[in-house]
């Protein structure tokens, strides 16, 4: 199970909504929100008692915060499997240039493609790249040549092989500045050390 984190966190309230045109500003999140994260990020499916046990804090504070944390979309526990490993022996990264009147339209293009599993809009050499995952060679040489065409805006592209994937990490939230607030679990585990707020129970 893999945990996928947008940086922000809902444990302030509602998060006011920005005005037309304005980004929004995501809340930054706390000190049990961020814990929770790693927890689910060493095990998504571990329960929210051994989290509470883990942590110091009540089970209805951790119910209530991940509750929080899922619904406002903050982090979400998935599974991600190997391509490699499942069928889909072809996996490449291609890089895009498109007519800068054009990007939004090959986005919403290539969003819309099962074959396309990341889009990034990137400084550089290139205005978008993109993840492709295939079964077999003659699938991906489908795709360039046929189905990359149809994208509007899109000129030159450059592709490359993924040959072997040595590391897939989603644990990009910072780890704590240091261990001084932090004690030993009766269990053996080091448990964070903080408060028991903003839950119910």
């Known amino acids: ?66 509750t929080r944390l899922f619904d406002e979309r903050v982090v979400r526990v998935v599974g991600v499997a190997d391509p490699f490993k499942t069928g889909m022996d072809t996996v490449a990264i291609t890089g895009l240039h498109v007519e800068r009147h054009r990007i939004r339209d090959a986005l919403d293009r290539l969003l819309a493609m099962d074959e396309v599993r990341y889009v990034a809009v990137t400084t550089g050499t290139f205005d978008l790249i993109i993840e492709i995952v295939l079964p077999n060679n003659d699938d991906l040489h489908q795709f360039l040549v046929e189905k990359l065409a149809e994208v509007p805006g899109v000129g030159a592209s450059d592709t490359w092989m993924v040959l072997r ?11 704590p500045a240091d261990d001084s607030g932090r004690t030993r679990a009766r269990n053996g585990r080091r448990r964070e050390a903080i408060h028991d707020g903003g839950g119910r129970g």
């Open 165 to 175: 994937i040595h590391k897939q990490s989603y644990t990009w939230l910072p780890a």
């Open 1 to 66: 199970m893999v945990t996928s984190v947008r940086q922000g966190s809902p444990s302030s309230g509602s998060a006011r909504r920005p005005a037309k045109g304005a980004r929004a500003q995501a809340p930054v999140l706390d000190d049990l929100d961020r814990a929770l994260v790693r927890l689910l990020q060493e095990d998504g499916r571990m329960s929210n008692r051994t989290m509470a046990e883990t942590l110091g804090v009540s089970e209805g504070t951790v119910r209530y915060r991940l």
